[in-house]
């Protein structure tokens, strides 16, 4: 099944969705509202507001509320947020295969962009007609997972120290938090049992940690997404395949090659030496498995 059929099953539910955020984002300041129609205009997937529209409608026998659109509106918005924010920390040039707001406008106007996002995300929570409270708390505890899982990662990479319990919360808190709250939240709209609501966590919580290790191999592998590779390393980040590789590694040659990473500023021809380690120590055929 592909991403335009998904749309077509979820059709007007979908159709509401993508009128709601745009609709939320429009502001009578011209420079903000022609970035804001430049981002959705590439707006990637859309796959958190298309799971959380999936699980309502599952959680619900088939039955999307206003809730579960408000819901699902809210964790694209977040999203993005997270995004604009994330390529300021990161530096980053591109996104989606196009120019990043950062880099075109500058680093304070992408936090700017990405902080109306996030309250506009914050609305839509809080405009439910029901469950908003119980959604508010869910969604807070997300921007602290994100918030906590930014910094974490940061102080990593300048010690070079990550391990597989760091590797984990990290991408908990990063990325699947966010997919937490999206299908959580739609099992709430619904008024699904406490039973249905545990089990829309741990699915949403196995498959943001499952598309995160998945992203974190198209690094060393490529991907059909354009996705280039060593990006993360570029970045200092030392995921999945590489703790796998290193694993395979004596302690002595496991020490080299953190070095290695903690020194890419400076070393960056260094990233193909270690994307050459992680595919010939099993670093990638690790993260499969995982």
């Given at each position: 099944m592909d991403r335009k059929t998904i749309l077509e099953y979820l059709g007007t539910d979908w159709v509401k969705t993508e009128s709601l955020i745009r609709s939320s984002l429009a502001s009578d300041i011209d420079l903000l509202n022609s970035t804001n129609m430049s981002i959705l205009d590439h707006s990637g997937k859309q796959l958190r507001p298309m799971m959380a529209l999936l699980m309502a409608k599952a959680c619900g026998n088939g039955t999307v509320h206003d809730d579960s659109i408000l819901f699902a509106a809210a964790?694209?918005?977040?999203?993005?947020?997270?995004?604009?924010h994330d390529d300021v920390a990161d530096e980053s040039e591109t996104r989606r295969g196009m120019?990043?707001?950062a880099s075109l406008l500058g680093s304070t106007p992408s936090v700017l962009v990405g902080d109306f996002w996030l309250v506009k995300a914050m609305e839509a929570v809080l405009s439910a007609d029901h469950h908003g409270e119980e959604v508010t708390k869910l969604f807070s505890n997300?921007?602290?997972?994100?918030?906590?899982?930014?910094?974490?990662?940061?102080?990593?990479?300048?010690?070079?120290?990550?391990?597989?319990?760091?590797?984990?919360?990290?991408?908990?808190?990063?990325?699947?938090?966010?997919?937490?709250?999206g299908c959580v939240s739609a099992a709430i709209s619904v008024d699904a049992p406490e039973e249905i609501k545990d089990a829309a966590s741990r699915y949403a919580e196995a498959l943001g940690l499952a598309y995160q290790v998945k992203d974190d191999i198209m690094d060393y592998e490529g991907g059909d997404i354009g996705k280039p590779t060593g990006v993360d390393l570029k970045e200092k980040k030392i995921t999945l395949p590489l703790l796998g590789a290193l694993a395979h590694a004596g302690k002595e040659e496991e020490n080299r090659i953190r070095s290695m990473v903690c020194d890419i500023d400076a070393h960056p021809e260094?990233?193909?030496?270690?994307?050459?380690f992680v595919k010939d120590n099993g670093g990638v055929p690790f993260a499969e498995k995982k």
């Open positions: 964790t694209e918005l977040l999203h993005n947020a997270t995004l604009l120019p990043t707001v997300t921007l602290s997972d994100l918030a906590e899982g930014e910094m974490l990662q940061l102080q990593k990479a300048s010690t070079g120290d990550t391990s597989e319990k760091d590797y984990y919360r990290i991408i908990h808190s990063k990325t699947a938090s966010l997919f937490l709250a260094n990233v193909d030496t270690i994307v050459a």
